[in-house]
């Protein structure tokens, strides 16, 4: 049995030097695979699903959206109310109504039907309590704007007995006031004699126009910063999965298998030596 001893070492010698290699040489493609020492899957994108998809939209949606009511509302309310007289609310009592003249207007209906016409034209002739100060009564700014001699400018059409008929109604309504107080709207500044009986751009409406639009915006940008944020926490909570997976099943991290590699080839040059 002793001559047959040398060859089954020999054997057993070599077997185990071609485990080594290929251990070796699969640590390497490991090391080459791994050499940033993260999990391969640590460059993908952030995990989404149609949920989040819809959320997305909607915040994208939403700051749209606010864009859009910034910009209608800045061109029919904030800017008229950036040019417009401030005015400062005092009590006024009706001096006398009178409809002094017809103005002429145009009117339309339809692309291929236009006319003039003309409208009743009513002044309204009040005072101011706290300085005793004559002046012109108007509806609101527009119509201040629109014809400063009358109280308010109606809608032009054909049927001038109509016309009269809301004038009269208009004229009877302050007949029946007079002598009593009411509020209304003067300009400090101005010297201008008009006064107004309603305002149409007060400082409630500006709030409301500013703050529903910002509003509609803040909440957008955070549904997307959610949504983002909640994507960015689940890949964190993937790889730290995909880590403690790798621990548990046995794989030896890069630093470990470079020591173990340092430490083979150290013990490999000592049985050398010792050869």
Known sequence: MQPFSIPVQITLQDG???????AFS??????????????PDVHKKLPSNAGEDRAMLLG????????LMFFLLGITILKPF?????REAANCTIIHTH???WTDCAFSRGADCRGQGKYPCLQVLVNLTHSGQKALLHYNEVAVQTNSKCFYTPK???DRKDLLNSALGIKEFFDLKNGTPFSCFYSPDSQSKDVILIKKYDRMVIFHCLFWPSLTLVGGAL???MVRLTQHLSLLCEKYSAALRDEVSGK?????RHQFKLWGVGRSKGKRRQS
């Open 252 to 256: 030896v991290p890069y630093m470990a």
């Open 60 to 67: 994208f949606a939403m700051m749209a959206f606010s864009v």
């Open 82 to 86: 950036m040019l417009s007289t401030q």
């Open 26 to 39: 699969t640590s390497g493609k490991r090391n080459i695979d791994h050499s940033d020492g993260d999990p």
């Open 223 to 225: 549904i997307v910063g």
């Open 99 to 101: 409809i002094t003249h």
């Open 16 to 22: 185990r030097r071609r485990q080594g290699r290929t």
């Open 156 to 158: 032009c059409h054909r």
